[in-house]
T-cell receptor
């Protein structure tokens, strides 16, 4: 199956700092999705990207669909304690209906 | 709308026992999915369905079975539970996107399963 590798694996930052994380794939995607998972909950969609080069914002979150279609980036500005959680990139396979999730980036925000 | 609901929330099984994890959605989504999430890992797709009567294997289908007799329900069956199936199981549903595949997925709260 396709591999979606996320880096960094974990981050510990001070409240107010900006955060950057990325996701790379072994093959191309037509759609990139970024999810956040709070402890004990299911993932919740944050941002969806549908076109190579697209830059999309949702409040303090900004995500980009890489030009090569094999990567995507998520930035969080001015982090706050409720940003704590695990962030996953994800996307559907180009053909068929398989769906893949990345390995996750765990974010801890220190007040 | 209740969204995606899963039962039970927690379950402990003995090796060799069987059980069914229930999943129901009330959003009239065609697509439904079952994932497992092992500690500290991402989600792995077990099975998915693109509509009632249609199911297909995901990345890790061994040891599981599914059925989709209605749009709303997508139960996951474990026939002979093994310790390797200890995990958190998430059900999700989505509409079809413009390319014909699944769109944004909405997740249930998960079922924590331990096999001893």
């Amino acid at each position: 199956g396709q591999q979606l590798n996320q880096s960094p694996q974990s981050m510990f930052i001070q409240e107010g700092e900006d955060v950057s994380m990325n996701c790379t794939s072994s093959s191309i995607f037509n759609t990139w999705l970024w999810y956040k998972q709070d402890p004990g909950e299911g993932p919740v969609l944050l941002i969806a990207l549908y076109k190579a080069g697209e830059l999309t914002s949702n409040g303090r979150l900004t995500a980009q669909f890489g030009i090569t279609r094999k990567d995507s980036f998520l930035n969080i500005s001015a982090s706050i304690p409720s940003d704590v959680g695990i962030y996953f990139c994800a996307g559907p396979a180009i053909t068929g209906n398989q769906f893949y999730f990345g390995t996750g980036t765990s974010l801890t925000v220190i007040p | 709308n209740a969204g995606v609901t899963q039962t039970p929330k927690f379950r402990i099984l003995k090796i060799g026992q069987s059980m069914t994890l229930q999943c129901t959605q009330d959003m009239n989504h065609n697509y439904m999915y079952w994932y497992r999430q092992d500690p500290g890992m991402g989600l792995k797709l077990i099975y998915y369905s693109v509509g009632a009567g249609i199911t297909d294997k995901g990345e890790v289908p061994n040891g599981y079975n599914v059925s989709r007799s209605t749009t709303e329900d997508f139960p996951l069956r474990l026939e002979l539970a093994a310790p390797s199936q200890t995990s958190v199981y998430f059900c999700a549903s989505s509409n079809q996107n413009s390319w014909g595949g699944g769109d944004e997925q909405f997740f249930g709260p998960g079922t924590r399963l331990t096999v001893l």
